[in-house]
């Protein structure tokens, strides 16, 4: 079992003067469920190499059992410091793809072209794709190849909140708001609770609606990859 994971390489928190990146629990809570899976995990990224994080991510406030395992754990270390170029990468080297949030990918995630290119080979081989938080942002530069219409059109997703983003104080920092943009491309958006675990499956898409629910995310694409896989069993001759 392959699994890419994909993390934003953007370190700005627009012109505040403060860095921003990936949020450390959307990568160690599914990097120890498919772990303890036994899959094999490649990270990548816009730019490759070392992953940035939020400081916020590793701060004591945010800090949690999983999160300080991951900062002792020698190959995530190693993971978040070697990861690909996203234009290096084929979706047919993988069975499914997770796509980490942060604030960074506001940023660098809905302009990318490799990401929206590989994304459309995920979904046109009908493989699991998980996008967790602010990585939703992911799906808004994809379009449905039949219509033209944006892809998220119809779907089912959730993503980080507007009351979310206003508690963090940053919604007038961001480039967009997530929930707004979902929304306005035609989305059916739905929430749960503010910070609590909320989660929408739609096909093959899982999303999450915050780093609290990567934990959920990435049980569910485990789940929904090996219903898959038995339905591509039971159906060999």
Do not use: C
Not at 163 to 185: H, Y
Not at 188 to 197: A, L, Q
Request: glycine share 10%; net charge negative.
């Amino acid at each position: 079992m392959n699994i890419l994971i994909v993390a934003t390489s953007h370190t700005q928190l627009g012109d505040t003067g403060r860095k921003t990146g990936l949020w450390l629990e959307e990568l160690a809570f599914p990097y120890y469920i498919y772990k303890d899976a036994g899959a094999t995990m490649v990270l990548a990224s816009p730019q490759g190499g070392p992953v940035p994080l939020d400081p916020k991510s590793e701060s004591i406030l945010a800090s949690t059992p999983t999160i300080r395992k991951f900062q002792k754990d020698p190959e995530g270390i190693s993971l978040l410091a070697h990861s690909l170029p996203l234009a290096e990468v084929k979706a047919d080297d993988y069975d499914m793809v997770y796509v980490g949030g942060g604030h960074g990918a506001l940023w660098d995630f809905p302009g990318d072209r490799s990401l929206a290119s590989l994304l459309d080979h995920f979904i046109a081989q009908q493989k699991v794709i998980g996008l967790v938080s602010h990585g939703v942002a992911a799906l808004l530069a994809l379009q449905n190849n039949s219509t033209g219409e944006p892809l998220v059109k119809g779907r089912h997703l959730t993503g980080f909140s507007n009351s979310e983003q206003k508690v963090v104080g940053l919604t007038d920092v961001v480039p967009f708001s997530l929930e707004s943009r979902l929304v306005a491309d035609g989305a059916i958006y739905t929430k749960g609770d503010d910070f609590r675990t909320h989660t929408v499956t739609d096909g093959k898409i899982i999303s999450g609606q915050n780093p609290i629910s990567s934990l959920e995310v990435s049980r569910k694409m485990l789940a929904l990859l090996k219903e898959s896989t038995k339905g591509v069993v039971a159906a060999r001759p």
